[in-house]
């Protein structure tokens, strides 16, 4: 959850500074391999290694698709567009507990493994002749985008440490989040006072309060639908 929404950020901000396809197609390869290394690994600290690869892989090719449908559509067809990306998002995030809801607990892992190395092979197969180099920001705009990276990723940890529930245990993981998140926005805000508004950074400004408010709620959302 937290952790993988900083990864989601890293990979956000990996496409907006740098954009070129081979970022996907890396991506889509390290998945496909890390799933393979799951039918043979039977746990251990290299199979844990392959999982946490994977799921980064998996942080790069979300923002990639996303980005690509925004400079591709306009309108109510980028609408459509990024409702059909989630909900392929979605629906290949459950595939794998259904798998292991249906072969059970003492069950074999290797159908979920199967299925993850074909999909992202496929995916491959099929981006490789046609994603294109996307669009990304100047080498002096880079700093802007890596802030706004962390001033969101520091919403995100206050709020799920405000919202985070999880027995009087939890009371201090609360409160490192917490103060994580405040210290990161003390951080950003330290370095945006110092850096300024030029004319540049003007093209790039995202109006951060109604940002600040979709994300608190999305993190809210998020932990109630985990309760």
Known sequence: ??????LLFVGG????TNGRRRILFAALATLTVTSLFGLVLQGGALFAVTRVAGAAAMTAILPFALALVVTTYSGVTRATAIGIVYAA???????????FTILGPAGPYWPSFVASALAAAAALWFVLPRAPDLQHVARADRPYVIATAVWAYAVVLISAGIVF???STSYPFRITLVAVGVAMLVGWATWSRRKGRTQRLRTLHIERRPVTVAVAVGVVFGFAQAA
């Open 1 to 6: 959850t937290v952790a993988a929404a900083g």
């Open 13 to 16: 901000v990996l496409i907006d």
């Open 89 to 99: 998002w979605g629906g290949a995030m459950a595939l794998g507990p259904v798998l």
């Open 165 to 167: 529930l999880g027995g």
